[in-house]
């Protein structure tokens, strides 16, 4: 199982950067997906989390609003769209795969897989 994520980089307070996962070995659409941040020196965080089919998102209070996570299960791929970036957003983002919870879950204990990392940076 492989989970690929991409999209991260440099962005001024204010911007936008779109996040993708793209996974390989699962049968994708028996997952539930989730995005985690972790910040220099802090612990992990949950950021967003969607269903197998797509539906039910649940966000983190610190991205409603601002964070749209989707998935196209015919590519394979979860999507995270960040809007209205800010220099606290600054982090390794994390996408991961449950099989147990199809809804997805808020708890990185609940997840299988684990994607490399995808590091964003918002300067002020």
């Known amino acids: 199982v492989q989970l690929q994520a991409s999209g991260g980089g440099l962005v001024q307070a204010g911007g936008f950067l779109r996040l993708s996962c793209a996974a390989s070995?699962?049968?994708?659409?028996?997952?539930?997906m989730g995005w985690f941040r972790q910040a220099p020196g802090k612990v992990r965080e949950f950021v967003a989390t969607?269903?197998?089919?797509?539906?039910?998102?649940t966000y983190a209070d610190s991205a409603k609003g601002r964070f749209t996570i989707s998935r196209d299960n015919a590519k394979n791929t979860v999507y995270l769209q960040m809007n209205s970036l800010k220099p606290e957003d600054t982090a390794d983002y994390y996408c991961?795969?449950?099989?147990?919870?199809?809804?997805?879950?808020?708890?990185?204990?609940?997840?299988?897989?684990w994607g490399q990392g995808t590091e964003v940076t918002v300067s002020s």
């Open positions: 070995g699962l049968t994708f659409s028996s997952y539930g």
């Open positions: 991961a795969a449950t099989q147990r919870y199809a809804a997805g879950s808020m708890y990185s204990r609940n997840y299988n897989y």
């Open positions: 969607i269903s197998r089919s797509g539906g039910s998102p």
